[in-house]
């Protein structure tokens, strides 16, 4: 395997693409760098005082913990300096997050979750940074404010970039800029991701199915039949798919794309004030599906595809279905029938 580091990546690769140019490179180096520092941080966890809540609840009702927090701070203070960037959004901020004077500014929008999968944290398994970019255009009118919430609310399919770093047994980066997925292993002896999962292609048909069941009362029918689909020996693999669910959304996103398989969020009938169910358009799913797809799979609320959705709120969450394209093509297929989406 070449040992080479995503930049390197990035320059052999898309020599000719526009995402080759020095204010993206900048962007991306500065969101190493803060998954770095949030990488050690989380290493260490358990041997300093990291662990826990920090007794406050975030815009989505959410207790925060220590840790959410940190690697929220770590990519706030990081990425408002990296000089590209127009705006930020993160789970844990109500709004837009500006770039304070005199800081200069960019064409580029990053939307991330800082800590995916943090109710893990305290108990050593994996989590994960996920991020999600945008660049609006350079001749916007007033092109060096803040822009309008309106400006940044954009279908995912406008992302120039997406990707996640995961903190598990080794910390890897995965991502894309719309020519295939890539990975790289942070090799903690030259502290440099290097590659080491090129061109990943998710199998057409999986084997796996990662939903937290337990909801099932809460679930329309069409939510039931597509999980009763896996089980069941009728299906087109004709034995049931094996059931792994983490609880880490990019864990069992990460495992499913290199095994074959698919992750399902349904919408639920829990609470009312959260009728689309937990995960998030902009910071989980739009970034997860922009992957899913370059790497030959597919992601939907049930009947959209997750990338033509049109964002109305920051924070908008939305049911998704996202994996191997047979297994999600089968998942639409019953919602089709159950009259989903019309
Ligand atoms: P976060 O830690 O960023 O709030 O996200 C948690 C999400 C996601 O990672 C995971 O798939 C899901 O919550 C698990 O939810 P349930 O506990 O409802 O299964
Ligand atoms: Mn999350
Ligand atoms: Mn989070």
């Known amino acids: 395997m070449p040992q080479i580091t995503v930049l390197e990546h990035l320059l052999l690769h898309q020599k000719e693409s526009p995402m080759a140019t020095g204010r993206f490179t900048r962007l991306l180096n500065e969101l190493i760098l803060a998954a770095k520092i949030i990488a050690r941080e989380v290493n260490k966890a358990g041997l300093v005082d990291v662990l826990g809540f920090t007794g406050e609840t975030n815009v989505q009702d959410e207790e925060v913990r220590k840790l959410d927090e940190y690697a929220n701070k770590v990519l706030i203070h990081r990425m408002a300096r990296a000089g590209v960037l127009c705006a930020m959004g993160s789970e844990e901020n109500a709004d837009l997050i500006e770039i304070p004077d005199p800081l200069p500014r960019g064409d580029y929008f990053l939307m991330f979750d800082p800590l995916d999968g943090s109710t893990n944290i305290d108990a050593n398994v994996n989590v994960g940074t996920i991020f999600s970019i945008y660049r609006l255009p350079s001749d916007r009118p007033n092109a060096n404010c803040t822009?309008?919430?309106?400006?940044?609310?954009?279908?995912?399919?406008?992302?120039?970039?997406?990707?996640?770093?995961?903190?598990?047994?080794?910390?890897?980066?995965?991502?894309?800029?719309?020519?295939?997925?890539?990975?790289?292993?942070?090799?903690?002896?030259?502290?440099?991701?290097?590659l080491s999962h090129p061109d990943i292609r998710t199998p057409e048909l999986g084997k796996i199915y990662s939903v937290n069941e337990s909801y099932w009362h809460y679930w329309d029918e069409a939510a039931k039949e597509s999980v009763a689909y896996f089980k069941s020996l009728e299906n087109e693999r004709r034995k049931p798919y094996s059931l792994r669910y983490i609880g880490s959304l990019v864990a069992d996103f990460h495992r499913n794309m290199l095994y074959g398989g698919v992750f399902l969020y349904p919408a639920d009938a829990r609470d009312p004030k959260k009728p689309q169910g937990k995960l998030r358009l902009l910071c989980e799913a739009s970034p997860l599906a922009f992957l899913a797809e370059q790497a030959g799979g597919r992601a939907t609320d049930g009947s959209r595809r997750i990338l033509d959705i049109e964002p109305h709120e920051l924070h908008q969450r939305v049911p998704l279905f996202i994996g191997s394209r047979r297994d999600v093509e089968k998942i639409g297929e019953i919602f089709a029938k159950h009259g989903a989406g019309n």
């Open 147 to 194: 822009p309008l919430l309106s400006e940044v609310l954009m279908p995912g399919s406008q992302q120039v970039a997406a990707g996640y770093f995961l903190y598990g047994t080794s910390t890897m980066m995965v991502y894309s800029t719309g020519k295939g997925v890539h990975g790289f292993t942070l090799d903690p002896s030259v502290g440099e991701f290097l």
